[in-house]
């Protein structure tokens, strides 16, 4: 079974920076594509940002120029580089693995991102 832990989640003033991991154990299939999610309190769940295993990327409007999402195939992880944050970030960040023709699809725990002052 797969499991994804995130980490790096935390508390950071508004302007700063957060880099999130996601670590995959167990062999994931390719092709897939990883990505991760928030959820906001009363919000539903959104896609932040995705990349496939051959490194094609997409991102939310509300983050593009901020946010870098990038992924070490060989360590099956995922991160994603958050800079400028603002308050309207603060969620819970969830990581997600899915395959492209290998029917799979992955969730970690959660890790909270709170942008206060």
Do not use: H
């Amino acid at each position: 079974q797969v499991q994804l832990v995130e980490s790096g989640g935390g508390l950071v003033q508004p302007g700063g920076s957060l880099r999130l991991s996601c670590a995959a154990s167990g062999t994931i299939f390719r092709p897939n594509t990883m990505g991760w999610y928030r959820q906001a309190p009363g919000k539903q769940r959104e896609l932040v940002s995705a990349i496939t295993s051959s490194g094609s990327t997409n991102y939310a409007d509300s983050v593009k120029g901020r946010f870098a999402i990038s992924r070490d195939i060989a360590k099956n992880t995922v991160y994603l580089q958050m800079n400028s944050l603002k308050p309207e970030d603060t969620a819970v960040y969830y990581c997600n693995a899915r395959g492209t023709f290998i029917q799979f699809d992955y969730w970690g725990q959660g890790t909270q991102v709170t942008v206060s002052s």
